[in-house]
């Protein structure tokens, strides 16, 4: 793989962020929860012990090239393939990307570790702030997020409170609907009685479009999504995120020529691998990710399954493009 893709990818299409420049500062799966809904997976490492666990001044020259580059992002976005705040150097990263971009800086959070005073110092450097929060008792959390044992619902809400009460930047607080587990009456009323505490800027509601850590997890439809949004929507703004506007697509029937890649065709194929290695995406994602004709993307996605790096699998009608 290319050097300069080791921690950062895209620019990708974010529903939430416009064009987002992801920043990957943790190992693989590396995680406080072990979310049914996660599209990376199982987490192999579950902890709440935050490491130092990668250089800073090795992803900010990765950063100035791609900026040197004309690489150009509506929001700068520590996340990637784990929980952020894990890094122990969350600060220095933030304070890095500052000095050297005027591009907004958002988090990416599961919030498990905002209960700590250093974790809610660091978080506070960034321009927004996207925590989650999938339940608002200790049966749903424990269904639908498998925390750690050291974390618990109720100091998962403590913690964002807190955050709150010092944090004057934009608190976006993601709530991931799966039907059957948090999406009774009782559920959803419990996760308002806990948005109505942290007193987020705004709510945004997400559910299963892409594959899951477990399967069966069932996505909401649209009229779904919009009445549980009304419900919330009472002490903030609440919005549905999900797109449902994917179509199905595949490579079945295209000319996806592996002829030998030329330089700069190679480059967009290491790039769209490490992409990959973030999250599935579809044929759709891909195009508006990397600026590609459908033809294009399909020949790369076409060399890099005769390589044995992807494969494919179907959610609701749609293909999605996955690293092995």
Same mark, same amino acid.
């Given at each position: 793989?290319?050097?300069?893709?080791?921690?950062?990818?895209?620019?990708?299409?974010?529903?939430?962020? *416009?064009?987002? +420049?992801?920043?990957?500062? /943790?190992?693989?799966?590396?995680?406080?929860? !072990?979310? %049914?809904?996660?599209? $990376?997976?199982?987490?192999?490492?579950?902890?709440?012990?935050?490491?130092?666990?990668?250089?800073?001044?090795?992803?900010?020259?990765?950063?100035?090239?791609?900026?040197?580059?004309?690489?150009?992002?509506?929001?700068?976005?520590?996340?990637?393939?784990?929980?952020?705040?894990?890094?122990?150097?969350?600060?220095?990263?933030?304070?890095?990307?500052?000095?050297?971009?005027?591009?907004?800086?958002?988090?990416?959070?599961? *919030?498990?570790? +905002?209960?700590?005073?250093? /974790?809610?110092?660091?978080?506070?450097?960034? !321009?927004? %702030?996207?925590?989650? $929060?999938?339940?608002?008792?200790?049966?749903?959390?424990?269904?639908?997020?498998?925390?750690?044992?050291?974390?618990?619902?109720?100091?998962?809400?403590?913690?964002?409170?807190?955050?709150?009460?010092?944090?004057?930047?934009?608190?976006?607080?993601e709530v991931f609907l799966v039907e059957g587990l948090n999406t009774t009456a009782d559920a959803v009323e419990k996760i308002k009685d806990a948005v109505e505490k942290i007193r987020p800027d705004k709510v945004q509601l997400n559910t299963a479009v892409r594959?899951?850590?477990?399967?069966?997890?069932?996505?909401?439809?649209?009229?779904?999504?919009?009445?549980?949004?009304?419900?919330?929507?009472?002490?903030?703004?609440?919005?549905?995120?999900?797109?449902?506007?994917?179509?199905?697509?595949?490579?079945?029937?295209?000319?996806?020529?592996?002829?030998?890649?030329?330089?700069?065709?190679?480059?967009?194929v290491e790039t769209l691998l490490s992409m990959l290695k973030r999250r599935p995406c579809s044929l759709k994602d891909i195009c508006a990710s990397l600026n590609l004709h459908r033809n294009e993307a399909l020949k790369y996605l076409g060399h890099l399954q005769?390589?044995?790096?992807?494969?494919?699998?179907?959610?609701?009608?749609?293909?999605?493009?996955?690293?092995?």
């Open positions: 793989m290319a050097e300069e893709e080791k921690y950062l990818f895209g620019p990708v299409p974010s529903r939430r962020l *416009g064009l987002s +420049l992801g920043v990957d500062i /943790v190992p693989f799966k590396t995680c406080s929860l !072990d979310c %049914v809904y996660c599209q $990376l997976g199982r987490t192999t490492e579950k902890t709440v012990e935050r490491r130092d666990y990668l250089p800073v001044k090795t992803v900010l020259d990765e950063l100035k090239e791609r900026l040197a580059q004309g690489m150009k992002a509506d929001f700068i976005t520590i996340s990637g393939s784990g929980e952020p705040t894990l890094n122990s150097r969350l600060a220095e990263f933030i304070d890095g990307i500052k000095k050297i971009t005027n591009i907004p800086l958002a988090i990416l959070t599961n *919030g498990t570790l +905002l209960y700590r005073e250093d /974790v809610r110092a660091d978080c506070a450097k960034a !321009d927004v %702030v996207m925590p989650s $929060l999938d339940a608002g008792d200790t049966q749903t959390f424990e269904k639908v997020n498998r925390p750690h044992g050291d974390i618990s619902i109720e100091r998962l809400i403590s913690g964002l409170c807190a955050f709150r009460k010092d944090y004057t930047g934009l608190i976006w607080l594959p899951t850590a477990e399967s069966g997890i069932k996505k909401l439809d649209a009229e779904r999504m919009q009445t549980i949004a009304a419900r919330l929507g009472q002490s903030c703004e609440v919005e549905v995120v999900t797109d449902f506007s994917q179509r199905p697509g595949g490579i079945e029937n295209a000319d996806h020529g592996v002829s030998e890649l030329h330089f700069g065709q190679n480059h967009k005769n390589r044995g790096d992807i494969d494919t699998e179907q959610r609701d009608g749609v293909l999605f493009f996955k690293a092995n």
